[in-house]
């Protein structure tokens, strides 16, 4: 087996942290280790059916003559991403669970259909097969580079886990011949969807040919040339009804732009080319375009679960402060590419920063997406919801499903770097980490209840060597105190930051960490209009909710707070929940059958001497809506919001 790497900086020159294999890392908690067992025992063995019976892997059949196309077609020419990115989710699992004789026979069967559909000149998108007059003529809706993008992801995914050279050289024949058509000599153009720009660099990463780098440059710094405006009527108008050139991220160049617009998965997967340019130039001007773009997101444009994109139509970003919680967006996919974008501005930086908000959506926007068995899925994670929503176990466009499996088995690849001076831990769950630090080989065991419990034991452990270096902690922005034990030694450590441990290191050294776990009332910016006088809680990375299920004395979203009633953490073991921290407390409910029949009324017909007192019990929002339909909501009331009381 190789080493499979979620992104391989090993050898850029400009990533301050290099990351380790997700089979370098292997987790034994209660968290995430029960979730990766059942995304590779019954999620990756379920989508292959799903695949199948969806006519995404006939697709590749059809291209190559092995059976009769359907009369009726697939809607959608990117089809082909699906099987690509449930490759790519299969690689790292097979990188480390060696055993699964299933997972390699489902993949040992794909892999000759597609390479079965190439054509002679490299070419591999099935919508096209045998159109060569219909290639490159629509980049803004086709998605023949995105497709491709994403099989050359799985393909070096699939090299770099078991050594199997088949797909990765289709992929690198497809990706030669988008090198040999897109240049400023030949045909000058954009994806619509971005994706191959961080895929070739990754390409480039694996091969040192540096004309993927250079291809990949020449398709970010084409961008804003108005380049994908259609010509055909038809597509003009589903073009303007999406946005323009806004929703594609086409209306400026990638160096002026000032602030997170358009299609939220599309400018996030853009923002990781950039972000992967920049760490394979050194070009610093791209990194501050980076900067400036993720101070606009996360301070005015994310919501407080690590979800982006506030508006369904066009599936985008909105305006600064619009997030509303019934009504939003915040696709699966745009919460995947936030931890995706975050990791490399973390390897590119070692800034705490942005470990935090890759954590949060990992733990809120991302898991929310996948129901606790692995076997349905939301493609849209309302903050707020009146009981309809549900998962589903596919869609017509199945990005999510396909993609989510790739972050889950390749979640152990997000715990730790290593830098020229030591070893980075950036999240936190029992287990061990095997890792290659200069040569020599560095054990690191976790041992904690995390996140439920905030105490966190890790020994370093050099294999038969004492070794110097330093050991890199994070300490999580929420956590307002912290505490760091070497022995009977405190270490002070600051929020928001990695505290560097450095000594010669010996088999035994044991660190201490005790982060303090408070419930928390987070409030948001007035301007977001939908959460004024509200709170959202949160404890340790986890953010919670209300679901009508565990709250049978009043509809949920008729409940407020009294901020001077104590909240309290708990472990309970819930049906279909397991053994989970719930936050238990007293509420007031509101009454609304006041209203009655009317939708408006007087405030003086409103006012109520005494609300009634009930007691309340609120989830972990990634675990909504698994069981009994319902009401459910983030954001709650508080009778006595602090600035309104003043």
Known sequence: MGKAYVVDTTRSLYSLLKPVAVNDVSLSDEFWSPRIKTTIEVTLPKLYELLEQNDRINRFRWASGKIPRRPERSLYPFDDSDLYKWIEACAYALSYAKE?????????????????????????????????????????????????????????????????????????????????????????????????????????????DKKYLETASFFLEERGKNLLKPRKKELLMLYNLLGGAEYFIDHKPIRKLSEMTGHAVRSLYLNCGITDLYLETGDKSLYDIMERLWDNMVHKKMYVTGGVGARYISESFGDDYELPNERSYAETCAAIANVMWNWRMLLATGDARFADIMELALYNAVLAGISLDGRKYFYTNPLADSGKSRRQEWFPVACCPTNIVRILTSVQGYFYSISEDGIWVHLYASGRAELNYKGKIINIVQETDYPWDGRINIKVEPVNHSEEFSVYLRIPGWSDIASIYLGDKRIEAKPGTYVEIRKTWEAGDMIRMILQMPIKLITSHPHVTNNFAKVA?????????????????????????????????????????????????????????????????????????????????????????????????VWIPVRDYPFLTD
């Open 100 to 208: 699964n004789a299933k997972i390699r026979e489902l993949v040992n069967d794909v892999v000759p259909e597609i390479i079965a559909a190439q054509e002679d000149d490299g070419y591999l998108f099935t919508e096209y097969h045998g159109k060569k007059y219909l290639r490159w003529t629509d980049l803004t809706f086709a998605h023949e580079l995105y497709c491709a993008g994403h099989l050359i992801q799985a393909a070096i995914a699939l090299r770099r886990a078991t050594g199997d050279e088949r797909l990765f050289n289709a992929a690198r024949r497809f990706a030669d011949l988008i090198v040999d058509t897109f240049n400023p000599e030949s045909l000058k153009g954009v994806s619509g969807h971005p994706e191959i720009e961080m895929a070739l660099i990754e390409l480039y990463r694996e091969t040192r």
């Open 537 to 633: 809680l949160k404890r340790g990375p986890i953010v919670y909710c209300l679901e009508q299920v565990d709250n049978p004395g009043a509809h949920v979203w008729n409940i407020l707070l009294d901020s001077e009633d104590e909240l309290s953490a708990q472990v309970e073991q819930l049906p279909v929940l397991g053994e989970i921290v719930v936050i238990n407390g007293n509420g007031l409910v509101l009454d609304g059958e006041r209203w009655k029949d009317s939708l408006y009324l007087p405030l003086e017909k409103t006012r109520s001497k005494k609300l009634k007192r009930i007691r309340i019990k609120a989830i972990p929002y990634y675990a909504w809506a698994n069981r009994s339909p319902g009401a459910m909501t």
